[in-house]
């Protein structure tokens, strides 16, 4: 069946850093491709979204691409704040005709003034 | 506007008790969907509600979860004769269509279920 893998945290970096969070997936199909965080205290939200092979989404400085032949959808963006600190989710919502959601574990990033 | 609101906030009961969730969508949107958030499953797929009908309960872990949507908008989660493992945080989403898996889905703040 359809899964998400994304790399363990938590994830600690300075401000300013780099960040990379990966996420790979297996789905049959045509997937499309999202993250999602969620910050402190606060409910799930949209991040970024990818529907078809290489596109990029990207938002607040984030960015993701849709890599088909490496079914990935690594998140990237080039300088932390502070106030990035979240957790993230990438997910993929299947072909079919539902859209529901098949969520990878969440990674936590801890950004240190 | 209005967002996914969903009630209550929190919900602690004693094992073996009944409960009922309930989450209100973004008006208009027919797509209406449950997860469940916990320590060791992380977020998990309920159900999910195309209108009133419910295409996909493949998600549902027991006989004792069921769920209802009425009128095309609210919809009550239930679940009957809880167990310690039904402690988690139950969100709802909606979005504008279930059949289209690029469509944003909106999430509710979610109900804490804790079940002692």
């Known amino acids: 069946g359809n899964s998400v893998t994304q790399m363990e945290g938590p994830v600690t970096l300075s401000e300013e850093a780099f960040l990379t969070i990966n996420c790979t997936y297996t789905?049959?199909?045509?997937?499309?491709l999202f993250w999602y965080v969620q910050y402190p205290g606060e409910g799930l939200q949209l991040l970024l979204k990818a529907t078809k092979a290489d596109d990029k989404g990207s938002n607040k400085g984030f960015e993701a691409t849709y890599r088909k032949e490496t079914t990935s959808f690594h998140l990237e963006k080039g300088s932390v704040q502070v106030s990035d600190s979240a957790v993230y989710f990438c997910?993929?919502?299947?072909?079919?005709?539902?859209?529901?959601?098949?969520f990878g574990q969440g990674t936590t990033l801890q950004v240190k003034p | 506007g209005a967002g996914v609101s969903q009630s209550p906030s929190n919900k602690v009961t004693e094992k073996g008790k009944d409960v009922e969730l309930r989450c209100d969508p973004i008006s208009g949107h027919t797509a209406l969907y449950w997860y469940r958030q916990s320590l060791g499953q992380g977020l998990e797929f309920l159900i999910y509600?195309?209108?009133?009908?419910?295409?996909?309960k493949s998600g549902l872990p027991s006989d004792r979860f069921s769920a209802e949507r009425t009128g095309g908008s609210v919809s009550t989660l239930t679940i009957q004769r809880t167990q310690q493992e039904d402690s988690a945080v139950y969100l709802c989403?909606?979005?504008?269509?279930?059949?289209?898996?690029?469509?944003?889905?909106?999430f509710g703040p979610g109900t804490r279920l804790t079940v002692t």
């Open positions: 989403a909606s979005s504008l269509d279930g059949g289209q898996a690029s469509y944003e889905q909106y």
């Open positions: 789905a049959t199909g045509y997937p499309s």
């Open positions: 997910a993929l919502s299947d072909s079919g005709n539902t859209g529901k959601l098949i």
């Open positions: 509600f195309q209108g009133n009908s419910a295409p996909d």
